[in-house]
């Protein structure tokens, strides 16, 4: 079946502008989970869902991270006024309930200018 | 093994050894950890998990090791193959009030495999 897919797969963006991250995960997959993966670095926890609710907002890195998540499914990851150390990939993972395993879409790679 | 930092630990093994990564974990109230392996350009792909009240697990050609006594996480590969060069990245659910699980990761072992 369809894993969990991210658009675009690479984004290069110019110091200042907005840039949003699309995530749809796994159809029927309630817990969503969003990632950032700077280079040669682990994952950092950015924000869950369940549901359309974001229950666990703590790893957002600043005011200028938001996201949000519709119908329980597409989940968007918006970067407002980028900086050149957002330039990461950001990785989306679901979860069919929030105690089961966590499968990775293939990320977007952020380059900020 | 796992470190913290910006240098990726590196194994090299030839190609039908066997492979042991090692992955050190910090929050002793961790009840849940995953093996993921991450190739170039793609998404970190689950391996095997195991929960705290185990200690040993067995997958087809892999088996993770838990020893909550000195809080190390050990990931075998038997046999290892071409295909098995990646990154590998340890993770620990150190959990929150909602059950969820937050997963915190390490920073990666790199398996070269050599022909």
């Known amino acids: 079946g369809a894993g969990v897919s991210q658009s675009p797969s690479n984004k290069v963006t110019e110091k200042g502008k907005d840039v949003e991250l699309r995530c749809d995960p796994i159809?029927?997959?309630?817990?969503l989970y969003w990632y950032r993966q700077s280079l040669g670095q682990g994952l950092e926890f950015l924000i869950y869902?369940?549901?359309?609710?974001?229950?666990?907002k703590s790893g957002l890195p600043s005011d200028r991270f938001s996201a949000e998540r519709t119908g329980g499914s597409v989940s968007t990851l918006t970067i407002q006024r980028t900086q050149q150390e957002d330039s990461a990939v950001y990785l989306c993972?679901?979860?069919?309930?929030?105690?089961?395993?966590?499968?990775f879409g293939p990320g977007t790679r952020l380059t900020v200018l | 093994g796992e470190s913290v930092g910006l240098h990726l630990p590196t194994l090299s093994v030839q190609e039908g050894d066997n492979s042991i990564i090692n992955c050190a974990y910090s929050?002793?109230?961790?009840?849940?950890f995953i093996w993921y392996k991450q190739e170039s350009g793609k998404g970190p792909q689950f391996i095997i998990d195991i929960r705290s009240n185990m200690d040993k697990r067995q997958g087809q050609r892999v088996t993770v090791l838990l020893n909550k006594t000195v809080k190390h996480l050990s990931l075998q590969i038997a046999a290892t193959q071409p295909g098995d060069s990646a990154v590998y990245f340890c993770a620990e659910n150190r959990g929150f009030g909602s059950s969820a699980r937050q997963l915190t990761f390490g920073s990666g072992t790199q398996l070269t495999v050599l022909p």
């Open positions: 993972a679901s979860s069919q309930s929030p105690a089961d395993t966590q499968y």
């Open positions: 869902f369940q549901g359309n609710s974001a229950p666990d």
């Open positions: 929050n002793s109230a961790s009840d849940y």
């Open positions: 159809s029927g997959h309630t817990a």
